[in-house]
């Protein structure tokens, strides 16, 4: 049945009728608070709406594959938990989050050679939470807070809804550079700038692929001391690492200059929305303040259920299991690129984590090709949506976690077709003139020794 002004659904016996208003019109548009103003729905929203058809090899989305999950363990703790603690699972709780979560995740932790004490942890929903909450109580509108070149999509918009400067700092092949950081620290400051936390993702990063040795880790925090400049660690992906033991964390080298955030989004699964920060005392006493006004707690049944399934499963394995599975698909995108991208195209090698960084030869353009790689059912998501500030035309990241291996061949063969016309016309016609490309721009992830 259609109504005057909208779509109304099949009216069912037992059920009121849901009328969806389709008007577009904003009667607030003058009402939102100035925050709002950098809030805007990407551009290429619209394409991945067609990019999620089934025919369509989507390259672009970063969601875990949990495919390998034991149901039956879940299932069972869940059940255990109903019936033996539901009414206290279900049940309000404390606003840092319950003790006997941020024991377990103090034992996570120590993976990466962390030593932490439970009251320092605060549990959020999600890591996305803990960047919020970080922002919230550290940054005023104007303030400047440093990310890498490229940076975590998911980070940008909360800095902008804060209404924070990013400024990018340059990346290589071993993540963010020391000497780079200081530099922009001291030229932001000399300007009158009020800088107030350096954002990293140290370990197979998002997008760039690319992890910090222990070496450069030492170094940015000794940066940082010089500076006096607080480093924020985003570490979700740390324990997918393919070969080696992980990296200690930038936060296990010092105790009071590092804000750690962790999530079991992609070592367990994401629809628990449980991750955390770990801070030095007096910043954990103010983010609890904040939680407890973001959310009163964080679920408690998640939380619950996270611990009960840390105590019963081999958890540790089960990354295991995961780190596997990524690296299958990891080595299927390498032999893939390997075989289908034209010349001038390079990408980054990742040794753990989701995301491959492909840099295109000077005068492609990722974003204006997106619609092309769509038409020919490849998805990928374009470099600029990982600066703040417009660059990263020349760039795209491709994902491998969810696909098959046979996907992504398929997908990279597709892409390599579409990248292949797009360098012929580009001969044919010449340099299409756009924005300027950031991997010619100074203080942007350039090719380095391990990639191709
Ligand atoms: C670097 C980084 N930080 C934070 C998040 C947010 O994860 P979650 O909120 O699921 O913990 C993601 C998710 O992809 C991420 O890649």
């Not at 936390?197 to 760039?208: E, G, L, M």
């Not at 080298?253 to 920060?277: E, H, N, Q």
Request: hydrophobic share 40%; aromatic share 8%; charged share 20%.
């Amino acid at each position: 049945m259609r109504h005057p002004w909208g779509v109304e659904s099949t009216p069912e016996p037992d059920r009121v009728p849901l009328v969806r208003r389709d008007t577009r019109l904003d009667s607030y548009v003058d009402r939102y608070a100035a925050r709002t103003h950098g809030m805007t729905a990407s551009a290429i929203r619209a394409l991945f709406a067609v990019a999620n058809r089934p025919e369509v090899v989507s390259l672009a989305g970063g969601m875990p594959n949990i495919a390998d999950l034991p149901l039956d363990v879940v299932g069972s703790a869940l059940q255990d938990l109903v019936l033996g603690r539901g009414l206290q699972a279900m049940q309000y709780g404390s606003g840092q989050g319950e003790q006997e979560i941020r024991e377990a995740i103090c034992e996570v932790m120590s993976l990466e050679g962390i030593s932490a004490h439970p009251d320092d942890v605060t549990v959020t929903v999600g890591s996305q939470q803990a960047l919020d909450l970080v922002t919230r109580i550290f940054c005023d509108p104007g303030d400047v807070v440093l990310c890498e070149a490229p940076s975590y999509v998911g980070a940008l918009g909360v800095f902008r809804s804060f209404q924070c400067d990013v400024a990018h700092v340059a990346m290589d092949s071993e993540g963010l550079v020391p000497e780079a950081l200081r530099e922009a620290v001291l030229a932001l400051r000399a300007a009158g700038r009020s800088v107030k936390f350096v954002y990293t993702i140290p370990s197979f990063h998002n997008p760039a692929g690319v992890t910090q040795s222990l070496e450069r880790r030492r170094a940015i925090l000794a940066v940082a001391e010089e500076t006096d400049l607080l480093v924020i660690e985003d570490n979700p992906y740390g324990l997918l690492g393919f070969d080696a033991d992980p990296i200690p964390a930038i936060r296990s080298l010092s105790d009071d200059r590092v804000v750690y955030l962790g999530t079991f989004s992609k070592t367990f699964a994401p629809g628990f929305r449980i991750g955390w920060v770990l801070a030095p005392h007096a910043v954990r006493e103010k983010l609890v303040l904040a939680q407890e006004s973001a959310t009163l707690c964080p679920p408690t049944f998640s939380q619950f259920a996270i611990t009960a399934y840390l105590r019963q499963h081999d958890w540790q394995g089960q990354i295991k299991v995961f780190a596997e599975m990524y690296r299958e698909r990891r080595d299927a995108m390498l032999a893939g690129l390997t075989a289908e991208m034209p010349a001038g195209v390079t990408w980054t090698v990742p040794a753990g984590g989701f995301y491959v960084w492909v840099t295109l030869p000077p005068g492609l353009d990722a974003q204006a090709m997106l619609p092309r790689a769509v038409t020919a059912r490849v998805a990928y998501v374009p470099g600029t949506a990982f600066y703040a500030d417009g660059f990263g035309s020349r760039h795209l990241r491709l994902s491998y976690c969810f696909p098959t291996p046979e996907r992504i061949l398929e997908g990279t063969r597709r892409l390599g077709e579409v990248l292949a016309y797009e360098s012929e016309l580009m001969s044919t016609f010449g340099t299409p003139l756009g924005a300027p490309h950031a991997a010619e721009l100074p203080g942007h992830l350039a090719p380095g020794t391990d990639q191709r």
